[in-house]
């Protein structure tokens, strides 16, 4: 499932699970804290049925006959889910509920990782990961997606980041090079949309989250920080300010028009870049056949997407999924070392090969990397360092109630300034905290 590319619609499940109460700790009947331990039968996993799943499904084959081979007596009943958000909401909240209808192992958006860890659905690996050989290959700060209050709930499977794509023939006309800064973003912004008033300079959404928090993280702002063990709002901080004032600054008659442009989401920014009526536009590395189906095939190139600081890559939020054992789970250390099979380079490599889906372990982007041009401005982010949206199962209820895109959409109708919007905001979050 391209949760990366659909990251609301993985909070929009988590979401639905809580408002729902269907997932919120209490409310589940959770395992005991320790998984059963069969090391025979039948071992069962659940993996999102993706756009084009019959190349998925023929890597997972693989590893599943390789696993089957050097595990006597055990077999792998793979099983498809729908990505419906809707109909993954009632398969968990049974797997929840009822510890006899769970798997052993779950494929899941990282972004629903704190409502499920809130349910009592996931077991804690972090002393099985300590021991796996791959771990120290993992990219740190994805493994920290699947980290919470110090405990590791999932396997990082894979990520996506997003990048700058740009429109190579629009910027040569235009004598200008790719942007490595964000000054330079603004003027390239500009001088396309005065050259070509039918195209916006830059697309940006008043409802494009993921496009907006690279902005802010570059300023040094968040949306929320620790304090002790509670998250509290941060969105209304200087830095915070500055970021947004940088992303929301970008909106206006000379790049990217409000009354066009305030109700854009990530979806319909990529339609944009695509149909060539934007010269620029922060996608995802998913985000590649859709844009080659298009009216800019070939006449497009990806960089990173810069910061403030001249060379600089702003952080990009790090989405995917992860690889979770479930506490109800019958065969714990079985789930564990099918998990580890599925996330080894071997098979990291094969399901990029299959899917598209960029690696998490730091060796295998590189070596993809170097057999693909295209995914260097991704590796290369990655690289940079990434961020995440705060671990906790209030975020599900932010995201829902829109509080991000509402901020934005205040500021670029002239609604509010960026200190009104922003403290609304961060009211709004710190009560979604405080109610959890």
């Known amino acids: 499932m391209r949760l990366i590319g659909r990251t609301a619609a993985a909070v929009v499940l988590a979401a639905g699970c809580l408002a729902a109460t269907a997932c919120a700790p209490g409310t589940a009947s959770p395992a005991s804290d320790k998984a059963a331990d069969d090391r025979t039968g039948t071992l ?174 570059d300023a040094g702002g968040d949306i929320a920080t620790k304090d002790g063990s509670k998250f509290k709002a941060a969105i209304d901080s200087p830095a915070s300010q500055a970021g947004i004032k940088r992303y929301t600054d970008l909106f206006g008659a000379d790049g990217c028009p409000a009354q066009q442009c305030a109700d854009l989401t990530g979806g319909k ?76 380079p071997t098979y990291q490599e094969q399901m990029y090969d299959a899917m598209g889906n960029l690696p998490t372990l730091k060796s295998v982007s590189g070596k993809v990397a170097a057999k693909d041009a295209f995914l260097k401005p991704f590796t290369d982010t990655i690289a940079a360092g990434t961020r995440f949206v705060p671990l906790d199962q209030a975020w599900a209820q932010i995201d829902a109630q829109s509080v991000i895109p509402t901020m934005l959409q205040q500021v670029v109708t002239g609604k509010a300034d960026v200190a009104k919007a922003s403290a609304d905001a961060a009211a709004q979050i710190s009560s979604a905290f405080a109610a959890h």
């Open 44 to 217: 069962q996993v659940w993996l999102y049925n993706e756009a084009g799943n019959a190349a998925k499904e023929a890597v997972v084959a693989k590893a599943v006959t390789e696993f089957q081979g050097s595990h006597q007596g055990v077999t792998v009943n793979v099983s498809y889910i729908d990505t419906d958000a809707s109909a993954r909401a009632a398969k968990m909240k049974g797997a929840f509920n009822d510890p006899n209808s769970a798997p052993d192992l779950v494929e899941f958006g990282n972004t629903d990782l704190p409502g499920y860890v809130a349910a009592g659905g996931l077991a804690d690996i972090t002393a099985d990961l300590d021991k796996w050989q791959d771990k120290g290959d993992l990219d740190p700060a994805i493994a920290k997606t699947a980290v919470v209050d110090g405990k590791t709930y999932g396997l990082p499977w894979w990520v996506g980041v997003r990048a700058l794509y740009y429109r190579t023939d629009l910027f040569t006309e235009a004598g200008l090079t790719p942007p490595t800064s964000y000054a330079e973003l603004v003027a390239a912004n500009q001088k396309i949309r005065a050259a070509h008033p039918d195209t916006f300079g830059i697309a940006v959404g008043g409802k494009y989250t993921f496009a907006a928090l690279p902005f802010v993280w």
């Open 269 to 344: 920014t990529v339609d944009l870049f695509a149909a060539g009526k934007s010269a620029m536009a922060v996608l995802l590395n998913s985000n590649r056949s859709k844009v080659d189906a298009g009216a800019v095939k070939g006449k497009y190139g990806v960089v990173p997407l810069p910061g403030e600081k001249p060379g600089s890559i702003a952080p990009a939020f790090a989405g995917g999924n992860n690889l979770g054992v479930m506490k109800a789970a019958k065969h714990r250390t079985l789930a564990v070392e099918f998990a580890e099979l599925l996330a080894s």
